[in-house]
């Protein structure tokens, strides 16, 4: 085969998130069947921000279909950061709550550093608290940010070798560049992070096995970016023209690309079955379950 006639695999982060979320929904069931009860997180929003309350309404849902409990806490949008981080103080002493994700962003007097810091380590199923992060970079099991645990399972999933493989990310945020870098190395592969500033991106890019986009720049990956056959994993999203993209040009990797993720039932749906799966995780460990 050729790299002109070269077949893609496109993920389908759907299906893979609900066989996901099926296996969970197993082991709650077990769980209360036994005289327990189910995981619980709590969200909190503060504001109005409309991709904010869909995120949210897809996590309640999500919840729901796995048996995990949700309850949601809205602040208005000029709640003060203290009134925020009091109603954390709550959710953190309640040992009914598993889980507590303040969903993001916040208005402008919030500091999401402050925020992040107060959430209990243990159920900081974000995985941003500052010990969270230093544990992971310690390779100490923890709770580890929900979108790179979603890239690990694709990959793993679809059985792209980790080990040894020249992996190359795209964006340094702590939610997924950082976080998703530092878990393969743990899965040893050999890990290239860039950014804005990185010299010769396009050449870096050519040379990885596995590439992961994570910057929010619309198409900015394109098919001279990308090694034959590599695993093209897309975290990126922007809206043009009314249209949702990412940060690779699909179309154009078709072909070239030996595995890739769609903006659409790619990377985001494994995404919130991550959080369900940490919310699982926190609870069994909370609990002893």
């Known amino acids: 085969m050729t790299d002109a006639t070269r077949t893609t695999t496109v993920v389908d982060g759907l299906a ?7 296996q969970m929904a197993e ?8 005289g327990r009860r189910p995981p619980c997180l709590a969200v909190v929003i503060v504001g109005d921000d409309p991709a904010s309350r869909s995120y949210i309404k897809g996590k309640r849902r999500a919840c729901a279909r796995v048996g995990i409990e949700s309850v949601e806490h809205d602040l208005p949008a000029d709640a003060a950061e203290r009134e925020l981080l009091d109603l954390i103080d709550r959710l953190n002493a309640d040992d009914g709550i598993d889980g507590i994700l303040v969903q993001s962003p916040f208005p402008d007097h919030i500091a999401p550093a402050r925020v992040t810091a107060a959430i209990d380590p243990a159920k900081d199923v974000d ?11 310690a390779g100490v099991p923890s709770l580890v940010p929900a979108t790179p645990l979603g890239i690990i399972e694709v990959l793993d999933r679809y059985a792209v070798p980790i080990e040894g493989a020249r992996a190359v ?14 878990l393969l190395l743990q899965r ?5 992070l860039c950014h804005s500033r ?3 991106l396009p050449g870096l890019a050519r040379e990885a096995d596995i590439l992961i986009a994570a910057t929010g720049r619309a198409r ?19 809206v043009i023209d009314g249209e949702i993209v990412g940060d690779v040009d699909f179309d154009a990797a078709q072909g070239i690309a030996g ?31």
């Open 16 to 22: 893979l998130s609900r066989d996901l979320r099926n």
């Open 27 to 34: 082991e709650v069931a077990k769980l209360v069947s036994s």
């Open 127 to 137: 995985g941003l608290h500052p010990l969270s992060q230093g544990l992971l970079l």
């Open 169 to 182: 990310v795209i964006g340094r945020s702590i939610l997924v560049g950082k976080p998703v870098a530092l």
């Open 188 to 192: 040893n592969a050999t890990v290239t």
């Open 198 to 200: 990185t010299r010769d």
């Open 220 to 238: 900015m990956v394109g098919p001279d970016w990308i090694k034959p056959g590599a695993a093209v994993i897309d975290v990126g999203v922007s």
């Open 259 to 289: 595995l890739l993720t769609p903006c659409r039932r790619g990377i985001g749906p494994m995404t919130i079955t991550m959080v369900l799966r940490n919310t699982l995780r926190a609870y069994r460990s909370r609990t002893g379950a």
